[in-house]
Structures are given as C-alpha cells and as structure tokens.
C-alpha cells in the first residue's frame, strides 16, 4: 500500500514536471521555404494538418475570389520571373501555397506536371525561394491558410481579370 503511494506520488511529480517542460518547448521549423512534394514528407503532413484552413474558407466560400486571388499571385510570380530573368513559361506544376496569418507566404511546395516543359527544377526552386521572401498576399486571416492548386505558365491572367465585373 505505502509503495503504491509513493509510486502514484512519483508519477503525478512526473507528469507535472512533463507538463511544465512541454510549455516551454520552442517548435523549430525545419522545413525549406520550397520544396517538391514527396520530399519531408512527415513535416509536410504535418503542415497541412496544422495550416487547415484553406483559401477557400478565406474568400468567405467564394469561388470566383479564391480563383481570382489565387491567379493574381500566379500573375505576380510571372511578372517577378520576368523581372529576375527567369524563364517560366511552359512551366506546368502542383502548388501547395502555406501563408501566415499576414499574407505572407510561409511554404511553397511544389511538383512538376508530366506535360511540363523540362526544365530545371533545382533553379525553379531557387526562383520560389526568392519570391517567398518578396511577396505578400492582399489576404490576411486570423491563422495561417493554405491553397493546393495548379499553375500553368503564362496564365493569361490580363485576359481572365478584363472579363472580370
């Protein structure tokens, strides 16, 4: 009876000390800003369970603000490769898009499409790197959100937003 007292004592103090140690655990990111899908896999998934809410939900379930929102940064990417010297056209990838809660963008995680242009994609990472660090979404949210698409470049956005009331 005194053992289990004394053992039941023990866990409850080791419990607590957990506790107390778990609130004062700092989370490192150990994530790239860009990576292709399939590399980090268990920090991936665990990403997108943490960043669950998406574009979608953002633009109050508005479909045509989500696309519209969604091509404009796509435009913008162009426009910024264009300016860096960046050849992206022809390029055709999934995009998982992870922002801060500021509209800044937090994660780009990407895979080339078969009907890509071949191309290298070291260097496209290397271009997504630097237009993670410059960019900022118009959208800001109460928590991070993210947005799983495609992207086919050029995207002709100019026609698109003309048609657009």
């Known amino acids: 009876m005194r053992v289990?007292?004394?053992f039941n004592t023990f866990l409850v103090l080791l419990l607590?000390?957990?506790?107390?140690?778990?609130?004062?655990?700092?989370?490192?990111?150990?994530?790239?800003?860009?990576?292709?899908i399939g590399e980090h896999e268990f920090e991936y998934e665990s990403k997108v369970k943490e960043c669950d809410k998406l574009l979608l939900e953002v633009c109050q379930d508005s479909m045509q603000l989500a696309y519209k929102h969604w091509?404009?940064?796509l435009h913008d990417m162009e426009i910024y490769a264009e300016a860096e010297g960046f050849d992206i056209k022809g390029i055709k990838i999934w995009l998982n898009v992870f922002?801060?809660?500021?509209?800044?963008?937090d994660k780009i995680v990407y895979y080339p499409k078969p009907n890509s242009r071949n191309a290298d994609f070291d260097?496209?990472?290397?271009?997504?790197?630097k237009f993670?660090?410059?960019y900022k979404f118009p959208l800001n949210y109460e928590s991070c959100f993210s947005h799983y698409g495609s992207a086919t470049f050029p995207t002709f956005a100019k026609l698109y937003l003309q048609e657009q009331p």
């Not at 922002?99 to 963008?105: H, L, Q, T, Y």
Request: proline share 5%; glycine share 2%; net charge negative.
């Open 4 to 6: 289990t007292r004394i």
């Open 16 to 36: 607590a000390v957990s506790a107390v140690k778990a609130e004062n655990t700092v989370v490192v990111d150990t994530l790239p800003p860009v990576f292709l």
């Open 71 to 73: 091509l404009l940064m």
């Open 99 to 105: 922002w801060d809660e500021n509209g800044s963008i």
């Open 123 to 129: 260097e496209l990472t290397i271009f997504l790197k």
């Open 132 to 134: 993670v660090t410059r």
